[in-house]
C-alpha cells in the first residue's frame, strides 16, 4: 500500500524559513514525479512545484525564487525548502506522486506564516 506522508509544517514569522518534507512508502520512489501543491479553505487545491525522475524541477510563478524542490531516491523523500515566506504563503500543503496515470496524495502539512 502506498502512503506519503508530510511533514515540517509550523509557524513561523514573515521572511522565515521552513522545510517540508515528504516520505513515501510502497511505491517505486525513484520512477514517480513528485509535487506539492496546497490548498486553503474553500479554495481549490493549487500546484507549487514539481520535480520529475530524472530531477527537472518547475515552480508556480508565486514561489519561484524562494522555494526550492528536492528529492533523495536513497531516503525516498521529497523536500520543499521555502525562504522569504510570506503571509498568503499561509495554507496546507500536500505531496503528490505521479507516474503514468496513477496518482498518490499525501494528507498535508499545515504552514502558518504570521506574526
Known amino acids: 500500500q502506498v502512503h506519503l506522508v508530510e511533514s515540517g509544517g509550523y509557524l513561523v514569522h514573515p521572511v522565515g524559513s521552513l522545510r517540508l518534507a515528504c516520505v513515501a512508502s510502497?511505491?517505486?520512489?525513484?520512477?514517480?514525479?513528485m509535487s506539492w501543491y496546497r490548498q486553503a479553505p474553500e479554495k481549490e487545491r493549487e500546484y507549487v512545484a514539481s520535480i520529475t525522475a530524472v530531477g527537472s524541477t518547475n515552480y508556480t510563478d508565486s514561489v519561484k525564487g524562494r522555494f526550492t524542490i528536492s528529492r533523495d531516491n536513497i531516503r525516498n523523500r521529497v523536500y520543499l525548502q521555502m525562504n522569504s515566506l510570506k503571509p498568503e504563503d499561509t495554507t496546507v500543503y500536500y505531496c503528490?506522486?505521479?507516474?503514468?496515470?496513477?496518482?498518490?496524495w499525501g494528507k498535508g502539512t499545515q504552514v502558518i506564516v504570521s506574526s
Open positions: 503528490k506522486g505521479t507516474y503514468a496515470t496513477r496518482n498518490y
Open positions: 510502497g511505491l517505486n520512489f525513484r520512477m514517480f514525479a
